[in-house]
């Protein structure tokens, strides 16, 4: 059976439409061929060989995401420096514009007149934000951020959030820091990419904690995860309660196994069940961004 039959099996045995995928990327070619590049050097943020699966020119990765059934994915940019936010929202935007099942995605880094820049990016159609704690070695709780986080937390749009302490841990990285920024702006939306890991306990504890806090499955529960940060047996019994704060993403192209597996891991959570996968494969993906239903193949 190929790829994307496999994929198409996982989801239609759910009777749903199709996957919302919240963590894919897709960047201008010359940053993406810089990240690639990182990874295949094992970088200091990556530590071990990380092979690319899904490498291929722009329109060939789109293609496969829509052969698999993906409705609506991201294009999770972020800077490593200032002066390249601004930048990168507007090629997102021309990207989202071309691209009409992918969110419009845009980022941020703390510097001055970002709350600006991520003011505008709402005002043109952002959808999503990225922030990125550990490749742009920042706190989330920069003052330079304050004003940002408060434009966002009024507007009420996600923030996909890479803070947690793998695959490598960052200055920064760890739940504190954004404990601390989720105290100063309750309502915020974040969703933490990676499930946390490998702090995955204590943002499981931050979800309780703050009802807007959501979580991405991103590669967490994967063979290649559970090799070095598995998620710890005691914390498989929190998840079934957390079926509506949960959401599936991939990482997408830049995962070293196939993209099926990312998904079937979940199937295999003990204490889960099928409308738990619903919700994290689909439903919760339309309720947090605003997404049209859609109805399943017949």
Not at 47 to 67: A, F, K, M, N, V
Not at 95 to 123: I, R
Not at 178 to 197: D, S
Not at 266 to 275: A, C, K, S
Request: hydrophobic share 40%; proline share 10%.
């Amino acid at each position: 059976m190929d790829e994307p039959e496999s994929v198409r099996q996982l989801w239609r045995a759910l009777d749903l439409p199709g996957i919302v995928d919240v963590h894919t990327h897709f960047m201008p070619k010359n940053v993406m061929d810089k990240v690639w590049r990182y990874f295949d050097d094992a970088g200091p943020l990556i530590g071990r060989p990380w092979p690319i699966t899904y490498r291929s020119d722009e329109q060939d990765r789109l293609h496969t995401l829509r052969s698999f059934g993906v409705l609506a994915f991201t294009s999770l940019i972020y800077p490593h420096k200032p002066a390249m936010a601004a930048w990168l929202n507007r090629w997102a935007a021309g990207f989202a514009a071309d691209t009409p099942d992918c969110l419009h995605t845009a980022t941020f880094f703390p510097e001055p007149g970002a709350a600006q820049y991520v003011t505008a990016a709402l005002e043109s159609g952002a959808q999503v934000f990225k922030a990125h704690v550990q490749v742009g070695d920042y706190h989330p709780a920069d003052p330079l951020l304050d004003d940002v986080w408060g434009v966002l937390e009024d507007a009420g749009t996600p923030v996909i959030i890479h803070c947690g302490s793998g695959p490598a841990p960052g200055t920064h990285t760890g739940p504190e820091p954004i404990r601390r920024v989720l105290t100063e702006h309750p309502r915020l939306r974040l969703v933490i990419a990676h499930m946390g890991g490998p702090e995955y306990g204590e943002f499981l504890d931050l979800c309780e904690d703050f009802e807007q806090l959501h979580l991405d499955t991103t590669m967490a529960f994967t063979g290649f995860m559970e090799e070095k940060m598995p998620f710890p047996a005691d914390d498989y019994a929190r998840l079934p309660d957390m079926g509506d704060r949960i959401l599936f993403g991939s990482d997408f192209p830049n995962i070293p196994y196939g993209y099926p597996h990312a998904m079937s891991v979940l199937t295999e959570i003990p204490g889960v069940d099928d409308d738990w996968l619903r919700n994290v494969f689909y439903a919760n993906g339309v309720r947090l961004f605003g997404l049209p239903s859609a109805e399943p193949p017949r």
